[in-house]
Every structure is written in structure tokens, then in C-alpha cells.
């Protein structure tokens, strides 16, 4: 099988094609990206494979997309601007990249009759308190001057024209909606919580948490996620469906922060930030965010093995090995004298 992956030197591309490449002697993969969120270190290690070739360049460059489909077996769509903070920061190039990158991609596996799986995102619940969130549940999006509202309005809208390729030409396509999916290689740089918190405790810098830290999430380790984006691609009942990937164990940001810290031994403060301070007025967050997995475990028997605790260490472990430091689970030094955590903001709630 010859893989095309789309946004394939991002997190979750990487190890997407680290995945496909073990699978089989015969695979090999494409990876097709810009490098805007994504960086050619987390590909480097597959450098002067024969079965590797990465393609630096734009979804949106049709020329450049169509060379690449045409001679790919299967896609990963992957690509896009991904984050609250890089849509908070670059709105209008977020919404282009996401609505623009996925038709280009849409409409070249329908011309090419190519099997497609398109990556979306648990943002598309928005606010929904429907939990565990179901694959038919509704959508509940804020107003469109949140601009917070963009990214999930935007890749809602990827899946709509999925489907709607699926029902006018059969087309084989398969949407994952992906819950916070996290692991070594995820950089912090555009918000994400875990690789910035384990940098701070690392550094003992005040571990920063946005709001009053009740927030829960669950936390899905990108090897589990990657798992079962290769199997909903290969599996022919997964066609034209909707499919929740990620774990289903909620722990509340602030509890996430006191993990980080026990496990990676460090003396930093938890520190509450007031998200009025942390991003721009009218920021709106959601309280929980649990997926239902039992489509996924119906179709490709999927079940998340991996712990809260592996994606801890494995997270900080890669950001030690970046800012050149001991792993943490190898440390045998107690940490000095813990700082004290400060309390979080009384005062308005998050809505
Ligand atoms: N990481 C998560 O928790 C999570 C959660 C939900 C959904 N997702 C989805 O998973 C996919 C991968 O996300 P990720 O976490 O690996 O983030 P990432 O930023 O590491 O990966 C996205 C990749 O797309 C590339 N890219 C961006 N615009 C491009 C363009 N115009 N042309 C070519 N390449 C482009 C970036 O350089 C990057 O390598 C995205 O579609 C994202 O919406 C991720």
C-alpha cells in the first residue's frame, strides 16, 4: 500500500506513519506538508527510506495535491490549523487551510476513486452537555464573533461535505473525530496543555492552568489514536461513519497539573490564569468533553490501552530530551522544597 499523508510531519501524522511503515514490508507513505505547525524533526528519523518521501508544501496547491493522490493507494487527511490559540491568532488562514485543504482533498480521492480518512475533532460537540458525547449527538456552537467557534464550525463543516461526498458518489470516506489526543512529539507552542505543562514542571516554572481548573478532559495517547486511524481507513463498514478515537477516563485540568508534578518530581507552583488574561475577551470553554467509544470498539474493536500516567511520562520524556534534561523517570534527586499552589480566581465562572 502506497499512504498519502496530509499534514504527515505533525504530531499525529508522524506517528501515523511510523505506524503504516511497521504494519507492513510493502507500505509505504507520502507526507505531504507545509511545516507551519508541524516540523521536519518529528520525520528526520525516517529520512533516506525508500519507502519515504515528504513533499514540502500546501493542501491548497492543487497541482502539488493531485501528484500526490494520484499515486497514493489511500489519504490520511490530517492537515489543518489545529488549536484554539492558532485560531484565535490567525483566523482567516485557519478557515482557508481547514475548508479550502480538505475540498481540494475531497474532490481528487472522488476523482481518483481513493479511500479517504478525514481527521476531525471532539470541538465539533462544541458545548454540547450531552455526555458521553455520541457521534449523533448535536452540535451546540456559540456565536460566530467567538471566533473560539471558527475551528469547530470549520471542521463541522469538513465532515459535512465528507458525507456529502459519501452519499452522492459512494465515495469511500471515513471521519475520526479525535478527543485530545496527546504523546511525545506534540509541541506546546500553539496551547496544547500537556507538553506545556510538563515544560514548566521540568523548568520549575509555575505550572500555568486557564480558568478554575475544574474543566475535565480525557486524554488519549497518540499511539492508541494512530491504531485506530489505520483500522477505521482498512475497514469497509467504517464507510460514510462518523467515528469517535480517544480515551474516556476524565481527570480535571487542575488535577492534570498535580500529576504532572508528582510524576515529573518537580517544585513548580500550579498557577490559576483567569482565561479573560489568557486569551482575548469572549472566550468560552467547555466544562467536560467524554466521547462514547462503543462505535469505535463495534467497528474496528478498538479500546484505548494506555494510561493517563503513560501519556504523562511520555509527553514529559520527549520534552526533557528537547530542553536537554534528565528523563524525569530516571531522576533519583528529591525535588527542593515544593512551591505552594496557588488557589484559583473567585470571581466570574467560565461559561
Ligand atoms: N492533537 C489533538 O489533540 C487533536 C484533537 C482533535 C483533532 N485533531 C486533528 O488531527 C489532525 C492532526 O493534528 P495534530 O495534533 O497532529 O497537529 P499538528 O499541527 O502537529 O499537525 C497538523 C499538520 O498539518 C500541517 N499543515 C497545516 N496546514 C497545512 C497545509 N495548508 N498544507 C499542508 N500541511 C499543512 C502542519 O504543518 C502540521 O504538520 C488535525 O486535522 C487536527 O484537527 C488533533
Known amino acids: 500500500m502506497r499512504y498519502l499523508i496530509t499534514g504527515g510531519a505533525g504530531f499525529i501524522g508522524s506517528h501515523l506513519a511510523d ?10 507513505v507520502v507526507l505531504l506538508d507545509n511545516l507551519s505547525t508541524g516540523s521536519y524533526a518529528n520525520v528526520e528519523h525516517l529520512e533516506g527510506r525508500a519507502s519515504v518521501r515528504l513533499l514540502i508544501g500546501s493542501v491548497t496547491d492543487e497541482a502539488l495535491l493531485e501528484e500526490a493522490v494520484r499515486e497514493a493507494d489511500a489519504i490520511f487527511h490530517l492537515a489543518s490549523a489545529v488549536g484554539v490559540k492558532l485560531v484565535l491568532d490567525k483566523p482567516v488562514q485557519s478557515i482557508e487551510t481547514i475548508v479550502k485543504g480538505t475540498n481540494a482533498v475531497l474532490a481528487l480521492a472522488r476523482r481518483y476513486r481513493r479511500p479517504v480518512l478525514i481527521a476531525s ?45 459519501f452519499r452522492e458518489s459512494r465515495l469511500p470516506v471515513v ?18 496543555v500537556l507538553p506545556n505543562f510538563c515544560r514548566q514542571a521540568l523548568t520549575g516554572q509555575p505550572i500555568t492552568v486557564y480558568g478554575d481548573g475544574k474543566q475535565r478532559r480525557c486524554f488519549c495517547h497518540v499511539s492508541d489514536a494512530v491504531g485506530a486511524l489505520a483500522r477505521l481507513l482498512a475497514q469497509p463498514d467504517a464507510r460514510g461513519q462518523v467515528v469517535n478515537v480517544g480515551a474516556d477516563r476524565e481527570i480535571s485540568i487542575g488535577g492534570l497539573a498535580e500529576r504532572v508534578k508528582e510524576l515529573t518530581r518537580s517544585a513548580s507552583a500550579v498557577q490559576y490564569i483567569p482565561y479573560e488574561q489568557a486569551y482575548r475577551d469572549g472566550f468560552e470553554d467547555m466544562e467536560r468533553r467524554v466521547p462514547c467509544l462503543e462505535k469505535a470498539a463495534r467497528l474496528i474493536g478498538y479500546a484505548p490501552r494506555h494510561s493517563l500516567d503513560d501519556c ?40
Open 121 to 165: 475533532t471532539s470541538e465539533v460537540y462544541g458545548k454540547s452537555k450531552d455526555l458521553p458525547f455520541r457521534e449523533d449527538g448535536d452540535q451546540v456552537m456559540g456565536a460566530t464573533d467567538k471566533q473560539r467557534w471558527a475551528y469547530a464550525s470549520a471542521k463541522a463543516l469538513e465532515e459535512f461535505l465528507a458525507l456529502a461526498h
Open 175 to 192: 471521519i475520526a473525530r479525535l478527543f485530545n489526543t496527546v504523546g511525545p512529539r506534540q509541541t506546546g507552542s500553539y496551547g496544547m
Open 19 to 28: 505506524r503504516l511503515l511497521a504494519s507492513s514490508h510493502d507500505a509505504s
Open 312 to 351: 504523562i511520562r511520555d509527553t514529559a520524556a520527549h520534552q526533557a530530551r528537547l530542553l536537554g534534561l534528565t528523563p524525569p523517570e530516571t531522576r533519583t534527586e528529591k525535588p527542593p522544597m515544593s512551591a505552594p499552589s496557588r488557589k484559583p480566581p473567585r470571581g466570574r465562572r467560565r461559561k
